[in-house]
């Protein structure tokens, strides 16, 4: 099992930045796949970023390309979403989730352990 906690989610004015945590326990960290997933209300979970176990490989939805960066501290068994340039649209519950050898990077169903989210509100 794999335990995964959010934070670093709150509210930021329009081109702000904020940085989210996923903090994880259990299994060795290094050995997953991570991802963030955000989901705005009324829409599906959509896929922003995804990280190898070892930090070398990291893909990015074309609509976070240039604003966000996704990084990993193994030693911490943390990682981290960087975001800049917020905008409305990404307001929303950001998740992050974890599989050792996920399908489709982009799926939710690739993805066996999952975090609670925490909310990220962009304001004009």
């Known amino acids: 099992q794999v335990q995964l906690v959010e934070s670093g989610g709150g509210l930021v004015q329009a081109g702000g930045s904020l940085r989210l945590s996923c903090a994880a326990s259990g299994r060795t960290f290094s050995n997953y796949w991570t991802a963030w997933f955000r989901q705005a209300p009324g829409k599906e979970r959509e896929f922003v970023a995804a990280i190898s176990g070892n930090g070398g490989n990291i893909a990015y939805a074309d609509f976070v390309k240039g604003r966000f960066t996704m990084s990993r501290d193994n030693a911490k068994n943390t990682v981290y979403l960087q975001m800049n340039g917020l905008k409305l649209e990404d307001t929303a519950v950001y998740s992050c989730?974890?599989?050792?050898?996920?399908?489709?990077?982009?799926?939710?169903?690739?993805?066996?352990?999952w975090g609670q989210g925490t909310q990220v509100t962009v304001s004009s």
């Open positions: 989730a974890g599989a050792e050898t996920p399908r489709n990077l982009a799926f939710p169903n690739s993805y066996n352990y």
